[in-house]
């Protein structure tokens, strides 16, 4: 077999082109001295680094990255709409991107959330987090026996009909759902319906468990892929600075951070508030559900609320900011900071003295030293120090690959205020 294997398989330098099943039907051959990052396994190949195609591919056809002194980089997943033009997979020139890559692949990221103990089919976890675990523009989340499915990648959404076999026999959901983003579908020409895609319907919502805690999910309308997994343990660590106090929390979609105030934090009240009428609606449900009653939950907008809750001169103990990605790309970073400036001034305008500010960004565009400025600013501006006790980031089901740092996204700052 390796011989065949290797017959099919080229040397570096070698012009033709592979017409094997998931060998390259084209080569994509870049620019002078941009061949660097990608030698060094950073899976995004843009628009700008390429200097010519050699060859005919179709979008989500298998393509070989070459350097422009004709030496093989990689293999990957062409994409001409999109501005990440190649997704790379394999740096091994004998290795075809076909059924039995792709099940090594979400083998191997299913195993180390079952590892980490995150398989309890009562809870909730990342199975797959797309360029971490070498399957870039794929997102699998696991709710109960329910699979929610985020596709960001062309590639990737050609194949579901290979991929979704695979995830049935890994993990035997009752039903696998489909999400898309708007802005990321139309960037990437994917063309798919949100919805149930495989297995059957849950009968309303799916219940999950998480720190001993029940949410109801909305898999079919809810944010992002139903639920923010990636904050579990930031919500149980957070809860630990809550004893006694008066917690906000804003943009607060289903709950998390304000029950496990509530109930593991003992907190005194807790209040939160989010734009979303569904979000609230899903909110109190689940304070009902956990028969939790020192928690009210409002619709209102994050900034026009603190807004009005520091004119009618409100103080709260601990204040919580979650809100959605303020940058969606690197030419938007400095109005994402000066909105993160302006959310993190007002909540600290109705934090008492000692009081805790837990502020969170899930902009990847936005690194942690520009938000610890961003801080800084804001004790300049209010006149109040700012000491960060706690710098976290997401779930260890949301792991950090180190040769794609775009992957690490999500900042969670627990601070306190004096």
């Avoid at 990957?76 to 999109?82: D, E, I, M, P, T």
């Avoid at 501005?83 to 740096?91: K, Q």
């Avoid at 692949?105 to 980490?116: G, I, N, Y």
């Avoid at 009210?296 to 907008?301: A, I, K, L, T």
Wanted: net charge neutral.
């Amino acid at each position: 077999m390796d011989d065949l294997v290797s017959d099919l398989s080229p040397p570096a330098e070698a012009s033709g082109l592979q017409t094997a099943p998931g060998f390259a039907v084209a080569r994509v051959i870049l620019k002078p001295r941009k061949a660097r990052p990608f030698f060094g396994r950073h899976p995004w190949v843009l628009d700008s680094a390429i200097a010519r195609v050699e060859g005919t591919a179709a979008d989500g056809d298998v393509v070989d990255l070459i350097s422009d002194t004709g030496k093989f980089v990689a293999r990957g997943l062409y994409n001409s709409r999109s501005r990440i033009r190649v997704r790379l997979y394999s740096w091994d020139n004998t290795e075809a991107l076909e059924t039995e890559f792709w099940r090594r692949r979400l083998t191997a990221a299913v195993e180390l959330r079952t590892r980490l103990g995150l398989d309890d089919v009562q809870g909730a976890a990342r199975l797959v987090f797309s360029e971490a675990d070498g399957l870039s523009g794929l997102i699998v989340d696991r709710y109960g026996p329910w699979l929610s499915v985020q596709v960001t990648a062309l590639g990737m959404a050609r194949r579901l009909d290979e991929l979704v076999p695979m995830l049935v026999e890994q993990t035997r959901p009752r039903g696998i759902f489909i999400r898309t983003e708007k802005g990321v579908a139309a960037a990437e020409g994917i063309d798919l319906r949100d919805g149930l895609y495989w297995g059957q319907s849950p009968e309303g919502p799916v219940f999950i468990v998480e720190n001993q805690l029940r949410y109801g999910i909305d898999l079919a309308e809810g944010q992002k892929t139903g639920f923010y997994v990636d904050q579990r343990e930031n919500r149980l660590a957070a809860a630990a600075y809550m004893r006694d106090r008066r917690v906000l929390d804003m943009f607060c979609y289903s709950g998390g951070f304000s029950l496990n105030a509530a109930v593991h934090g003992q907190a005194r009240e807790v209040i939160g508030y989010d734009s979303s009428h569904k979000a609230v609606l899903l909110a109190r449900a689940n304070a009902e559900l956990n028969n939790v009653k020192n928690v009210r939950f409002e619709e209102g907008d994050g900034f026009k609320s603190l807004d009005a809750l520091a004119a009618s001169h409100q103080r709260f103990g601990a204040v919580v900011l979650d809100p959605p990605k303020f940058a969606r790309s690197r030419s938007s970073v400095d109005d994402a900071l000066r909105a993160y400036h302006r959310l993190n001034r007002l909540a600290v305008d109705v934090l008492e003295p000692l009081g805790i500010l837990v502020t969170c960004s899930c902009s990847g565009h936005v690194g942690s030293e520009d938000f610890l400025y961003m801080l800084r600013g804001v004790a300049e501006q209010t006149g109040r120090d700012i000491q960060v006790l706690a710098m976290r980031g997401a779930g260890p089901d949301h792991p950090l690959s180190v040769t794609c740092l775009e992957s690490e996204y999500l900042k969670c700052f627990i601070c306190r205020v004096n």
